[in-house]
Nanobody, 118 residues
């Protein structure tokens, strides 16, 4: 099983930017679609963005134009560039394979905390 390690989170003021990285211990080239998810305190984990070769990346409606997902299969790494951050973006961010049913994913890395202050 591929192990995932997220990094790049931190404390940032509203309007600021962060770039998250997700390093996989094994090859992700065989994983068709990768995604970023987030979980805010007291809320369910939600899909943030997903990327798959040959089709446009997917973004949650509230994030379009602010977040950009990218993937470097040679480095087994997935990135999430986050701009114009808002306090409501505060959450723990996770990467994983894309699944239309988040509950079907049974392995998660430790995630990376993003805190946006107003």
């Amino acid at each position: 099983q591929v192990q995932l390690v997220e990094s790049g989170g931190g404390l940032v003021q509203a309007g600021g930017s962060l770039r998250l990285s997700c390093a996989a211990s094994g090859s992700i080239s065989s994983i068709n679609a990768m995604a970023w998810y987030r979980q805010a305190p007291g809320k369910q984990r939600e899909l943030v963005a997903a990327i798959s070769a040959g089709i446009p990346a997917y973004y949650a409606d509230s994030l379009k134009g602010r977040f950009t997902i990218s993937r470097d299969s040679a480095k087994n790494t997935v990135y999430l560039q986050m701009n114009s951050l808002k306090p409501e973006d505060t959450a723990v961010y996770y990467c994983n394979r894309y699944s239309p049913v988040i509950a079907a994913i049974n392995y998660w890395g430790q995630g990376t905390q993003v805190t946006v202050s107003s």
